[in-house]
């Protein structure tokens, strides 16, 4: 049975192009990602009223320090996998808060340490799927489209079923490549996964399967009233 959809196709897609960094800020939590409970809450909700502003800076602080700590054990031991994903996320963490206080240079510098410290885990764990995942995420970030790709492609030709590089890929698909059959393809692969353990993932990629063939509807009208 389907389940009820809380908005139209037409909302829908309106909120997502409206918001492009929450979109893919909380695919990379959806992946199991290491990011801060305050940044869900800001993609989460963006225009909530709040009483206080969030301290940013404060929390950039803290994850140079968490950074420099990760560094100094990984001195000791660099093929520390578990390490070096956590050094992923604490750069990617930075990036994003970079990112909220509109410091582009450095989240983009920081989005791309993040890339790179996954490469050095994948060479260690090469069949990692979500280190392959994270690295796409990073990688779009960083403006380096082509690894991006790459990074998905090589998941989901490891694990075919990993509902959430497909979800992910889709995304990149849709807004990175500008491809929307094709990122359409990447959610229908994830509602055919549809199962317990990512029932809430099935049901976003629902949400965009229905916006997006809305979307290619309503071009194809387009297209035809244009032609007569």
């Known amino acids: 049975m389907k389940k009820k959809k809380t908005a139209s196709a037409k909302n829908f897609m309106t909120s ?7 979109v893919y800020i909380l695919v990379f939590l959806i992946a199991g990602g290491l990011i801060l409970s305050s940044l869900i809450a800001v993609f989460a909700n963006p225009v909530a009223n709040r009483e206080e502003p969030l301290d940013y800076e404060s929390q950039i602080a803290q994850i140079n320090d968490l950074i420099a700590q990760y560094e100094e054990k990984l001195a000791d031991t660099p093929e ?11 750069y990617y963490n ?7 206080t509109e410091e582009g240079e450095k989240a983009t510098t920081s989005f791309i340490n993040a890339m790179d410290t996954y490469g050095k885990a994948l060479e260690l764990e090469p069949e990692n799927v979500n280190l392959h995942v994270d690295r796409a995420v990073a990688a779009y970030y960083a403006g380096e489209m082509e690894l991006a790709d790459t990074e998905f492609q090589q998941a989901i030709e490891l ?25 359409l393809a990447q959610w229908e692969a994830v ?19 229905s916006a997006v063939k809305d979307q290619l509807e309503n071009a194809d009208k387009e297209n035809t009233v244009e032609e007569d």
């Open 16 to 22: 997502m192009k409206k918001n492009k960094a929450a």
């Open 80 to 90: 520390d996998v578990s390490l070096l994903t956590q050094l992923g996320y604490a």
């Open 94 to 100: 930075l990036g994003v808060l970079y990112t909220l």
């Open 159 to 183: 694990d075919p079923e990993h509902a959430v590089a497909r979800y992910q890929y889709g995304v990149f698909l849709y807004y990175g490549a500008n491809k929307p059959e094709e990122a």
């Open 191 to 209: 509602v055919a996964l549809d199962n317990e353990e990512n029932a809430e993932l099935a049901e976003a990629a629902r949400a965009w399967v």
